[in-house]
């Protein structure tokens, strides 16, 4: 008996602990490197869009008459092999090859679209382009001005265990200070790389206790990385070029570190089809990314994408008139704002949260002013992409009673369903401290 007794008590107690622990489906030692065209690792879309000279642009964004590499049905999703400009722009000799091998990157280590890309005749002026490889655009049948695109990201594997972090003169959040050198020289270009005199810090990823860690080389310091998309759009209704640096109102380079695997992105539709890419992926960004860029690196990215309807009752807030980018996790709802200016990127946050939780919740304007000063952290997404910007972290489990009275539901948990593992355990516990306490309280009176 005591026997039975000790050991059901430390099953039950070991069971709680597993529990608790969630393992990430894609687990970091499954990951094969580099994950390229030829690896079917995480292909589980219901499409697959390659980053090749037909399907990309470079630094600009599409339009109302851009031409769709592909159209999909609503709801369906998509994988997509996005590539980094990181180690393939002018300041880096635009020879991705002869760049890494500089930091003992074998040639097939090193993705063949970036070298194609890279290697290209493709038109990109480095001092007025912007940096980005542009994938898409995707047409989503059925879409029309006025509906909302629903872009839930499913999935985001690193496809090469190393990435780049720079830092660009006159850009950046101390563009007059860093990097600390003499500037630019005459002549700098592609061929003569070094005259830029910008600073660009290879990064490689390594595993430490079943985590995938960025390495600041020579210093002995090492952070997780948190892969996410810091470009996700659709197209903006207008005939001129669209430079891809600055987030604009559907979306772009917003570059939120909070949207990673299992957030969702709604952004208005302006043309027919949506017309939605992707592009600048990220293994890991601090908020307000203040050197210019993150820890840049090549993502394969899952979306699932879908058409609300104008109306619809699942888009955030105003249903009628969604008019700029809204995000959303399991935990968070977060408005977006957006402006040159910080301080005014900070009231345009800070507005369109009061409107939502009125459009949304049916709350009081002041009562919702107020609890966003007691409650809800604004963060910097960024502040080096011309148009900066601020997005509200709104806590749902404040609203659980609210919604639950309104709707008789209570806020949907969708992905990683928290609250039950802890439910779980927290029960597993107590059984094993019962157990244990009967195996002793028998083991005294036998004594």
Known sequence: MRRESKALSVL??????????????????SIPFPLNKDNDYNLDGDHFLPSNLDTISWGHLPNRQSEAVM???????????????????????RDPVEYFA??????????????????????HDFDDHGPHIVTGPVAIEGAEPGDVLKVDILALTPRVPYGVISNRHYKGALPEEFPENEGPQEGASADQPELYN??????????????WYGE???????FPIDPFMGMMGVATDTDEEVHSVPPTHTGGNIDINDLTAGATLYLPVEVAGAMFYTGDPHFAQGDGEVALTALEASLRTTFRLTVLKQGDERIPGNADDFTHPFGETDEFWIPIGLDEDLNEAMKDATR??????????????????AYLSAATDYEVSQVVDITKGIHGMIRKSDFANKVEAQDGETLPDTA????????????????????????????????
Not at 199 to 206: D, W
């Open 12 to 29: 039950c107690i070991v069971t709680m602990t597993l529990s608790m622990y969630q393992p990430n489906v894609a687990s970091a030692e």
């Open 71 to 93: 159209e999909i049905s609503s709801g369906e999703t998509i994988t997509v092999d996005t590539v980094s400009h990181e180690g393939i722009l002018d300041d880096q000799g």
């Open 102 to 123: 500089e930091y003992g990157i074998s040639e097939d280590e090193i993705l063949e679209e970036a070298k194609t890309i890279a290697y290209s005749d493709i038109d």
């Open 198 to 211: 910008n600073v660009s810090l290879f990064t490689p990823i390594e595993l430490i206790d079943g985590q």
């Open 216 to 222: 600041i080389i020579g210093e002995d310091v090492h």
């Open 352 to 369: 369109r949260s009061i409107d939502f939780l009125e459009d949304e919740l049916g709350m009081d304007r002041a009562k919702a002013y």
């Open 416 to 447: 990683t369903n928290n609250g039950g593992w802890l439910v779980i355990g927290a029960g597993l516990l107590l059984v094993g401290a019962i157990f244990f306490l009967v195996s002793r309280r028998l083991r005294a009176l036998r004594n």
